[in-house]
């Protein structure tokens, strides 16, 4: 399985991003793309994850409500829509595919290069 994030940038808090993940390789009928992020000097967090199947998501609290996880089957591809964006949401942003639910990034067996998101006050 080969991931390629792409969409970061540089924005003013209140802005908006669309992170996308491009996925290659063998099915994924059965498994979760999630996105997680990594702060300097922090572990690497939970964001989202979907249930590539049935379209099934899950934030992490700190997101919920401003971001929105979505699969496109038809192109193999997983987008992070990212709205009201805050200087705490700065940080690289990993898509990651795991064949069971999970919000710890060691459970997760593919990983994309990152993108880097920074958010200015």
């Known amino acids: 399985v080969q991931l390629q994030a792409s969409g970061g940038g540089l924005v003013q808090a209140g802005a908006s991003l669309r992170l996308s993940c491009a996925a290659s390789?063998?099915?994924?009928?059965?498994?979760?793309m999630g996105w997680f992020r990594q702060a300097p000097g922090k572990e690497r967090e939970f964001v989202a994850t979907?249930?590539?199947?049935?379209?099934?998501?899950y934030y992490a609290d700190s997101v919920k409500g401003r971001f929105t996880i979505s699969r496109d089957k038809a192109n193999n591809a997983v987008y992070l829509q990212m709205n009201s964006l805050k200087p705490e949401d700065t940080a690289v942003y990993y898509c990651a595919v795991s064949s069971y639910y999970s919000r710890d990034y060691r459970n997760y067996m593919y990983w994309g290069q990152g993108t880097q998101v920074t958010v200015s006050s």
């Open positions: 979907i249930r590539w199947g049935v379209g099934l998501t």
């Open positions: 390789g063998r099915p994924f009928s059965s498994y979760l």
